[in-house]
């Protein structure tokens, strides 16, 4: 079950919380997570926010596509080996910066859905404790689960 928090802090009222909410349980369902009671927030923010969080978090003083903020280790450990949890087990927040996602779509010649999508994947496959930056092993890994839900959900 997943508990979504979405937040809109963007002009472009199109982009709606289901959109976001069957890719994440997607995710949920391709890392056996089905049945698990998980709390995710997905953030639709501006350039300044983005860059902001990029600065402080990462020190890159720059936009970026996607930001992912995982609670914690622990959380995700109590996640996968309880079988059922009364309250959400958060496992953090995922920060989108659409415009971005649209001139990456526009770029790459595919529409900004199937950008989205590889962003909240991403985002989430972060918050579910994968990390493409320190092991080049875990980083295939990652990439070929974010083809295998994005492939699943055909975009």
Same mark, same amino acid.
């Given at each position: 079950?997943?508990?979504?928090? @979405?937040?809109?802090?963007?002009?472009?009222?199109?982009?709606?919380?289901?959109?976001? #909410?069957?890719?994440?349980?997607?995710?949920? &369902? #391709?890392?056996?997570?089905?049945?698990?009671?998980?709390?995710?927030?997905?953030? $639709?923010?501006?350039? *300044?926010?983005? =860059?902001?969080?990029?600065?402080?978090? &990462?020190?890159?003083?720059?936009?970026?596509?996607? $930001?992912? @903020? /995982?609670?914690s280790?622990?959380?995700?450990? =109590?996640?996968?080996?309880?079988?059922? $949890?009364?309250?959400?087990?958060?496992?953090?927040?995922? @920060?989108?910066? /659409? *415009? @971005?996602?649209? =001139?990456?779509? =526009?770029?790459?010649?595919?529409?900004?859905?199937?950008? $989205?999508? &590889?962003?909240?994947?991403?985002g989430?496959?972060?918050?579910?404790?994968?990390?493409?930056?320190?092991?080049?092993?875990?980083?295939?890994?990652m #990439? &070929?689960? #974010?083809?295998?839900?994005?492939?699943?959900?055909?975009?």
């Open positions: 079950m997943l508990d979504l928090t @979405f937040r809109n802090l963007t002009a472009d009222k199109t982009l709606k919380k289901d959109f976001f #909410e069957n890719i994440i349980k997607a995710g949920m &369902r #391709e890392l056996n997570m089905e049945g698990k009671h998980v709390g995710i927030s997905v953030n $639709l923010v501006g350039e *300044s926010k983005i =860059k902001e969080l990029n600065n402080k978090y &990462r020190h890159k003083n720059k936009v970026t596509d996607v $930001l992912s @903020f /995982p609670m280790i622990g959380a995700l450990q =109590k996640l996968l080996t309880t079988n059922y $949890l009364l309250h959400a087990t958060d496992l953090g927040d995922i @920060f989108i910066y /659409p *415009s @971005f996602a649209k =001139k990456a779509a =526009k770029r790459e010649n595919i529409a900004v859905e199937t950008e $989205l999508a &590889r962003l909240v994947v991403h989430f496959l972060h918050l579910a404790g994968y990390d493409h930056e320190n092991h080049a092993a875990e980083a295939r890994e #990439e &070929r689960l #974010e083809q295998v839900i994005l492939d699943r959900l055909s975009l």
